[in-house]
T-cell receptor, first 111, second 115 residues
């Protein structure tokens, strides 16, 4: 079957750096996306990696290694508002544009 | 402002009743999706539509139905055949180009509770 694995919960301190890992097993791969979702809210798009390497957008960066079927989201200078769930998602099929989602990582930030 | 509007935000249903969740977008996006989210789980695809008057089943379509008569609208009906309908339902849309990046735009969700 197809699956994405990410930790269920990560705890960090305000101002610190945290990395959320995602490993995937899919029959095809066209890119890895990351979304942020606050409790009861809508997921919002953070980043997308189709090629190996690091993509930086402000305090957030995302990394992909296709050979390892692995990626991570790096959050720097953590703020309390970053407390949310973070989901990785893979587009594994070129024909139907469906995303395969991880179960999400709840990020808890302590002052 | 452009965006996706879902209604109602909260909905209570008695067992055996059908309910319809509304999803409207003014982003001029071609593709629209319905997802179901349960606590501690990722999003699961119910139905999606890439063009008006056409839609495809996702992974968990049983007990649900959709229509796509207009580009802007993609309503979801939760039928009485859905055995465990209590969940958070999310509607999303994307342009054909953005589908290639996996960037979906989501509505604020509808929380359905079966009494």
């Amino acid at each position: 079957g197809q699956s994405l694995e990410q930790p269920s919960e990560v705890t960090a301190v305000e101002g610190a750096i945290v990395q959320i890992n995602c490993t995937y097993q899919t029959s095809g791969f066209y890119g890895l996306s990351w979304y942020q979702q606050h409790d009861g809210g809508a997921p919002t798009f953070l980043s997308y990696n189709a090629l190996d390497g690091l993509e930086e957008t402000g305090r957030f960066s995302s990394f992909l290694s296709r050979s390892d079927s692995y990626g991570y989201l790096l959050l720097q200078e953590l703020q309390m508002k970053d407390s949310a769930s973070y989901f990785c998602a893979v587009r594994g099929d070129d024909s139907n544009y469906q995303l395969i989602w991880g179960a999400g990582t709840k990020l808890i930030i302590k002052p | 402002d452009g965006g996706i509007t879902q209604s109602p935000k909260y909905l209570f249903r008695k067992e055996g009743q059908n309910v319809t969740l509304s999803c409207e977008q003014n982003l001029n996006h071609d593709a629209m999706y319905w997802y179901r989210q349960d606590p501690g789980q990722g999003l699961r695809l119910i139905y999606y539509s890439q063009i008006v008057n056409d839609f495809q089943k996702g992974d968990i379509a049983e007990g649900y139905s959709v229509s796509r008569e207009k580009k802007e609208s993609f309503p979801l009906t939760v039928t009485s055949a859905q055995k465990n309908p209590t969940a958070f339902y999310l509607c999303a849309s994307t342009e054909a180009r953005q589908e290639n990046t996996g960037e979906l735009f989501f509505g604020e969700g509808s929380r359905l509770t079966v009494l």
